[in-house]
T-cell receptor, first 110, second 114 residues
């Protein structure tokens, strides 16, 4: 089993809809996880940190489920500008290695 | 600028050539990471520095890959005898602290090996 798994999509969602996707991980004792956003041919940028209690920032909500070993990202009232690849990041292994999932490709359609 | 700077942005190499990719992190950032990102994939961890010390190089795919950060700031990723499978975007990221915090990425160096 891969250490960090994401559904690659693409998720085709109409503008204004709510979309959610999960990221499962094999094992981590870390307290913090991350969602990064990557636009086409650009570098990844931090979207949200995910703590044990979850995190909400405007239209975005991230949650951590330790028992089932997954983190989720919920986007409400989606905008065209939300179209991007969303990368889940899990601290695994030693030396603070941050392991990225392959990303979920989201397309918001007008 | 104040961000992570990488050069060259684009590099085309003939198979067998050596290449060197440079990363200039955000000033004062302790941690520096190199990642390799193939088309349609997420970034794959290569190596990690804390100041000048290379604490983890477990992700380097072969002994043709070598990274250094001799003065704890600028880092160079060197690939010897390049192969076609080395074609990818090489991303550098820095982080202010040693063990936690946001990764700030450079725009990457896109390597194409012919």
């Amino acid at each position: 089993r891969k250490e960090v798994e994401q559904d690659p999509g693409p998720f085709n969602v109409p503008e204004g809809a709510t979309v959610a996707f999960n990221c499962t991980y094999s094992n981590s004792a870390s307290q913090s996880f991350f969602w990064y956003r990557q636009d086409c041919r650009k570098e990844p940028k931090l979207l949200m940190s995910v703590y044990s209690s979850g995190n909400e920032d405007g239209r975005f909500t991230a949650q951590l489920n330790r028992a089932s070993q997954y983190i989720s990202l919920l986007i409400r009232d989606s905008k065209l500008s939300d179209s991007a690849t969303y990368l889940c990041v899990v601290p695994l292994g030693g030396a603070d290695g941050l392991t990225f999932g392959k990303g979920t490709h989201l397309i918001i359609q007008p | 600028g104040a961000g992570v700077s990488q050069s060259p942005r684009y590099k085309v190499a003939k198979r067998g050539q050596d290449v060197a990719l440079r990363c200039d992190p955000i000033s004062g950032h302790v941690s520096l990471f190199w990642y390799q990102q193939a088309l349609g994939q997420g970034p794959e961890f290569l190596t990690y520095f804390q100041n000048e010390a290379q604490l983890d190089k477990s992700g380097l795919p072969s002994d043709r890959f070598f990274a250094e950060r001799p003065e704890g700031s600028v880092s160079t990723l060197k690939i010897q005898r390049t192969q076609q499978e080395d074609s990818a975007v090489y991303l550098c990221a820095s982080r202010e602290l040693a063990a936690t915090g946001e990764l700030f990425f450079g725009e990457g160096s896109r390597l194409t090996v012919l």
